[in-house]
């Protein structure tokens, strides 16, 4: 699977997909990335992305042409027989989760990510590319960078073999989220913090039943 960014802020991306499992599942070609400069594609002398919106209003918002130019830059063989999704991270999107992580899997070759900054995105790039917004939570943050690496996150998982075996995938596991480990008893500020006695009795039947709960 191929995931395509787009972004003023290449190195926010390469310094999350450069390591850990990402890298790990890059470098066994399991999934594969490209980062594209927004910037590298304004026909401004400044290379300029961003102008006034129509109708007033505080802030800016990133114009149609440097983002379109950057789409037709991805490097995408075959396009025409490849099943491409573009993706706005928006605040205002359908909720992302585990299940439409899984669908894209399924249903897409390619994500492109178009991570939007200032005010947001023309409109028109939504209508032109047929993108989809999605969010990442009830809440908004600066850019749409962090968003499009926690749905890449969590899509990549969902892939075989990028997390080595199926049942590393913690959400198909029974399990109700608390794990431990030793030492059995760890001892802060004179009080004894204990691991629970089932998990340390060997009654595999009764640890099943406590994860589950």
């Not at 492109?112 to 908004?140: M, P, Q, W």
Request: hydrophobic share 35%; glycine share 8%; with cysteine.
């Amino acid at each position: 699977m191929r995931f395509h960014f787009l972004t003023i802020f290449p190195e926010m991306i390469h310094s999350y997909i450069n390591e850990s499992i990402l890298k790990k599942a890059t470098e066994k070609k399991l999934l594969s990335f490209s980062v594209l400069n927004i910037r590298d594609y304004s026909k401004d002398k400044h290379r300029k992305v961003d102008d006034r919106p129509y109708g007033g209003g505080p802030g800016m918002v990133m114009t149609v042409q440097p983002i379109i130019e950057a789409v037709r830059g991805l490097r995408i063989e075959n396009r025409k027989n490849r099943k491409i999704k573009y993706i706005l991270p928006s605040p205002r999107g359908k909720m992302f989760t585990n299940i439409v992580a899984k669908k894209f899997t399924k249903s897409y070759s390619d994500i492109v990510f178009i991570c939007g900054r200032y005010e947001g995105i023309d409109g028109r790039v939504n209508k032109i590319l047929k993108a989809e917004e999605y969010s990442v939570g009830d809440y908004t943050v600066t850019g749409g960078e962090l968003p499009a690496l926690t749905m890449t996150d969590a899509i990549a998982r969902q892939i075989p073999d990028v997390l080595g075996k199926a049942e590393s995938v913690e959400e198909n596991r029974i399990t109700n989220g608390v794990s431990f480990t030793r030492p059995e008893i760890f001892v802060h500020k004179g009080k004894k913090y204990k691991v629970p006695k089932v998990l340390v009795e060997g009654n595999h039947k009764k640890i099943e039943e406590w994860r589950g709960k």
